[in-house]
Structures are given as C-alpha cells and as structure tokens.
C-alpha cells in the first residue's frame, strides 16, 4: 500500500506537469483571441449570444449529440435490425460478462488487497473525465481554425474550457499531496476505512433499521441492502449529468 501511494502521487505529478503544458498553449490562443476582440466587454449574460461562434457549432455536433464508437455504432445497428434476436444476444453475453469481472476483481483484490482500489484511481486518472476531454478537445480545434473564423463569443467557451483544464490540474495536484502524505502511514489506511464501513453500519442498524422495522423487517433489510447503495449511484450519475449539462455555463 506505501508503494501503491508513492506511486500515485508521482503518477499524479506527472499528469499534472502534462496538463500543466498543456495549458500554456491555450492560454496563448485565448490571448490571442482577446487580441482580436475587447475581452473584457464580452456579453455574457444571454445565452444566445453563444450560438453566434463557431464553438457553438462545435459543443451542438460533439456534445449535445454525442460521439459513438464503432462498436456502439454496431450494436445499435444490431438493435434496431434484429430487436428480440439481439436483446437475447444482450442478455446472453452481459451476465457471463458480469460474472466474469466480479470474479477478476474478487482474484485481483485478493492478489493486490487494498492497493486496488489505489490502481482503480490510477486508471480514473489516466483516463480522466468527458468534460476535461471534452474542454480540451475544443480548444484543440480552436486553435487549428483560422482567426478570420473566430468569433467574440468563442472567448466565453474558450475560458470556460480554460478553468475546467485548470481545475482538473488542481486535483491532480491535490491527489498528488495526499497521497505522498499519506504513503508512510498506507499500511493504516485498509483498517481505517474498514473501522469506518463497520461504524457506519452499526449507525444505520442501530438508528435505521428499528425504525423501519417496526413496519416490516424485510423493507428495512431491502432499504438497507439495496436503496442505500442504489442511491448513492443514482446521485453520483445525477451529479455526472449536471456537470455536463453546466460545462458551458457561465454565472
């Protein structure tokens, strides 16, 4: 586990140090942009005011309608050729499919223990959110276009996709110290949080649980076992969904 955090914390350094280099070439597009325009007089307090740039265009092609990969591409084709043949197929692949990871993860976990979870957060990482990816493949392909091309509106959606970059930076700085921080004490961590998960439990049996017992034991179980973790996932792709419905708007 120290190894583990050593190596995430370096891991997040260097990340860092790219994003940070990559910030330094759009803050010369920005400036270059403000140059053509008064930056400072921007309107940004309508919103359709946006759609006179030709980001506008971009963020409707690339975000709003989203991109499919080939494989997606296929299946939907499969889909809507063949309905009942290929949501059997679905089925059929999906569970061994699920089977199939759990069992990797059940076998990795107890190969690596808890320097697992610090390996799923190396990959998270390395592969970073939609909206950073999204911010910065705009202001890649704003600084491929022409300047006659460019817009006084495109200083708003070039910011925007400047700070996002910028915070994403900032955390992986963050990650950085925490986890160099925290290397020296990593052995602790595991029962840490396993101390945690047990105090949390006994909360919600001994605060929880009774109340909802007294109506029927098996829903306090089924709200136990089940719509607490599902909420928790329903709040994390509800957060997902606003972060990128708000990725273009500005207060």
Not at 66 to 89: A, H, K, M, P
Not at 232 to 250: D, E, G, N, P
Request: proline share 2%; aromatic share 10%.
């Amino acid at each position: 586990m120290v190894a583990s955090l050593l190596l995430l914390g370096l891991l997040s350094i260097g990340l860092a140090y790219f994003w940070h280099q990559r910030i330094t070439g759009f803050r010369t597009l920005l400036l270059n942009i403000k140059s053509r325009f008064d930056g400072n007089k921007v309107d940004v307090s309508h919103e359709r005011a946006y759609a006179h740039c030709i980001s506008h265009q971009w963020v409707m092609e690339y975000v709003a309608r989203g991109r499919e990969s080939r494989i997606g591409n296929s299946i939907r084709n499969f889909l809507n050729d063949r309905t009942i043949l290929g949501v059997f197929t679905l089925c059929l692949l999906i569970w061994p499919t699920i089977g199939l990871i759990a069992f990797l993860f059940y076998r990795s976990f107890a190969f690596m223990g808890a320097s697992i979870a610090v390996l799923i957060i190396a990959v998270l990482l390395i592969r970073t959110s939609e909206v950073v990816e999204t911010s910065y493949g705009l202001l890649s392909w704003l600084r491929k276009q022409d300047d006659s091309e460019l817009k006084e509106n495109d200083i708003v959606y070039a910011e925007i996709s400047l700070k996002i970059i910028s915070k994403w930076r900032m955390i992986l700085l963050i990650i950085a110290v925490l986890s160099l921080v925290a290397a020296p004490w990593g052995e602790l961590i595991p029962e840490v949080v396993a101390l945690a998960t047990s105090g949390l439990l006994n909360m919600i049996f001994t605060f929880v649980y009774p109340s909802v017992s007294t109506i029927s034991p098996i829903l306090a179980t089924a709200i136990i076992l089940n719509l607490i973790p599902l909420s928790i996932a329903l709040l994390y792709l509800i957060s997902r969904s606003f972060s990128r419905l708000s990725m273009f708007v500005t207060e």
